[in-house]
């Protein structure tokens, strides 16, 4: 009988992320707030006899070969086991491609998951994320997905109870414009941040306590200069959805997905009615516990 398991890749947004100095090794240090969606790719591996590792995707838009981060898992993980691959990866896609929602690292992140269940080999959780990092900065977080700081280059992880009740997240995401995080980041002057600790932990702390009045005045996205400056489009949604004014409001990663933060649905709902949705696509989701482990 073939093996086959069925895995949940959730989404990410980035509540803070403050870029910090460029290290020797080409990476910025980060300090991040990470949070988990209920927006899920969902994939499936299955055993076959058919040598190497094939890859399908209802999307023709993404890649099924060396270039997925997909690929680049499954290739790390049966290379540090010694195992000759044989393996179907399917991915049912409905993250946004390059929308700075780490599509590609969560699905990256849920075959590694999948992989070392199917093939019994005892990693622990920190074992996977530690030889994860070489696919992705962001794969260590989505191994275990929820909510964490994440520092170094993303790779750091200090993991919090995602806590409840959720919140609503609308994401906005411009259609035809497609963000590359090493664009972003190459583009990104240091120094330009004037931040401080004390901020950071404050705004952990609020977002812990809920507390969206802090939050929609504290938050803060350093690559947004960067993408800002290239698409004008989605510092439009900003300040759309801002004019609303009761969520906080922000884009996530590189971008160019913009996303609000709502106590409830209606909130959520009332902001939408203010974008033009022949020139956004949509989502209404909520904060998760991430669901790869
Ligand atoms: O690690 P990942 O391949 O996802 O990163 C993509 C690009 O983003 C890197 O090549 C690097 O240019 C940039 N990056 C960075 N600092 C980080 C994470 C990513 O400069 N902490």
Same mark, same amino acid.
Not at 35 to 57: A, F, K, M, N
Not at 63 to 81: I, S
Not at 228 to 234: E, I, Q, S, T, W
């Given at each position: 009988?073939?093996?086959? /398991?069925?895995?949940?890749?959730?989404?990410?947004?980035?509540?803070?992320?403050?870029?910090?100095?460029?290290?020797?090794?080409? &990476? %910025?240090?980060?300090?991040?707030?990470?949070?988990?969606?209920?927006?899920?790719?969902?994939?499936?591996?299955?055993?076959?006899?058919?040598?190497?590792?094939?890859?399908?995707?209802? =999307?023709?838009?993404?890649?099924?070969?060396? #270039?997925?981060?997909? &690929?680049?898992?499954?290739? /790390?993980?049966?290379?540090?086991?010694?195992?000759?691959? $044989? @393996? @179907?990866?399917? @991915?049912?896609?409905?993250?946004?491609?390059?929308?700075? /929602? !780490?599509?590609?690292?969560?699905?990256?992140?849920?075959?590694?998951? $999948?992989?070392?269940?199917?093939?019994?080999?005892?990693?622990?959780?920190?074992?996977?994320?530690?030889?994860?990092?070489?696919?992705?900065?962001?794969?260590? *977080?989505?191994?275990?997905?929820?909510?964490?700081?994440?520092?170094?280059?993303?790779?750091?992880?200090?993991?919090?109870?995602?806590?409840?009740?959720?919140?609503?997240?609308?994401?906005?995401?411009?259609?035809?414009?497609?963000?590359?995080? #090493?664009?972003?980041?190459?583009?990104?002057?240091?120094?330009?941040?004037?931040?401080?600790?004390?901020?950071?932990?404050?705004?952990?702390?609020?977002?812990?306590?809920?507390?969206?009045? *802090?939050?929609? %005045?504290?938050?803060? =996205?350093?690559?947004?200069?960067?993408?800002?400056?290239? %698409?004008? !489009?989605?510092?439009?949604?900003?300040?759309?959805?801002?004019?609303?004014?009761?969520? !906080?409001?922000?884009?996530?990663?590189?971008?160019?997905?913009? *996303?609000?933060?709502?106590?409830?649905?209606?909130?959520?709902?009332?902001? !939408?009615?203010? /974008?033009?949705?022949?020139?956004? =696509?949509?989502?209404?989701?909520?904060?998760?516990? $991430?669901?790869? *482990?």
């Amino acid at each position: 009988m073939k093996r086959t /398991l069925i895995l949940q890749a959730p989404a990410k947004i980035n509540i803070v992320l403050w870029v910090k100095e460029k290290r020797p090794d080409g &990476y %910025h240090e980060l300090s991040s707030i990470m949070q988990s969606l209920s927006l899920v790719d969902t994939i499936t591996l299955q055993e076959t006899r058919e040598e190497g590792i094939q890859i399908e995707c209802d =999307n023709p838009d993404v890649p099924r070969d060396q #270039k997925n981060l997909v &690929y680049k898992a499954a290739q /790390l993980f049966f290379e540090h086991f010694g195992i000759s691959p $044989g @393996i @179907i990866i399917r @991915i049912q896609k409905r993250i946004p491609i390059a929308a700075g /929602l !780490a599509g590609g690292s969560t699905d990256a992140g849920a075959v590694f998951n $999948g992989l070392a269940r199917l093939y019994d080999k005892g990693m622990t959780m920190a074992d996977r994320m530690k030889l994860s990092m070489a696919v992705g900065s962001d794969v260590p *977080f989505v191994i275990r997905g929820g909510l964490a700081v994440a520092q170094g280059r993303g790779e750091l992880l200090n993991f919090f109870e995602t806590p409840r009740p959720p919140l609503f997240v609308l994401i906005a995401v411009p259609k035809n414009i497609e963000v590359s995080t #090493k664009w972003c980041y190459e583009n990104y002057k240091p120094g330009q941040s004037k931040r401080s600790e004390e901020n950071f932990r404050d705004i952990l702390s609020a977002y812990r306590k809920r507390d969206l009045e *802090f939050l929609k %005045h504290n938050v803060f =996205n350093d690559l947004e200069s960067v993408t800002f400056k290239r %698409h004008l !489009a989605v510092a439009d949604i900003k300040e759309a959805l801002n004019s609303e004014g009761s969520g !906080a409001v922000l884009m996530s990663g590189s971008g160019p997905s913009v *996303f609000g933060l709502y106590t409830d649905r209606k909130a959520a709902i009332k902001a !939408a009615s203010r /974008l033009d949705i022949t020139k956004v =696509n949509l989502f209404l989701e909520q904060t998760s516990r $991430g669901s790869n *482990f």
